[in-house]
């Protein structure tokens, strides 16, 4: 059974950092691209960032381009997220995802998803 566990997320001040983490059992990790989605309520949930199965790829949403970095250890099986620069509008479950395809790093298609981790960006 495949499982994704999110870890990490807290309330931090805005201008903060904070890293998250996601440990997935289940699967041969490097077997899969990996995505970072985000939800606040009342919306959709959004990619954030994807990844490629070795971590040669990444992609990002715009709004994120330059504070966020996805990052994968395969001898781990992790993902993390790591983010800088926190605003008031980061304030969101954070939601880890398998890549359905090879390509669903740059293309967020996936098929499996972690309970996700509430980050509160606020002062």
């Known amino acids: 059974e495949v499982q994704l566990v999110e870890s990490g997320g807290t309330m931090v001040e805005p201008g903060g950092s904070l890293e998250l983490s996601c440990a997935a059992f289940?699967?041969?990790?490097?077997?899969?691209?990996m995505i970072w989605h985000r939800q606040a309520p009342g919306k959709e949930r959004e990619a954030v960032a994807g990844i490629s199965r070795f971590g040669d790829g990444t992609n990002y949403k715009d709004s994120v381009k330059g504070r966020f970095t996805i990052s994968r250890d395969n001898a781990k099986s992790t993902l993390y997220l790591q983010m800088n620069s926190l605003k008031p509008d980061d304030t969101v479950v954070y939601y880890c995802?398998?890549?359905?395809?090879?390509?669903?790093?740059?293309?967020?298609?996936?098929?499996?998803w972690g309970q996700g981790t509430q980050v509160t960006v606020s002062s």
């Open positions: 289940g699967l041969t990790f490097s077997g899969f691209a």
């Open positions: 995802a398998r890549g359905k395809y090879f390509t669903s790093w740059s293309t967020y298609e996936t098929d499996y």
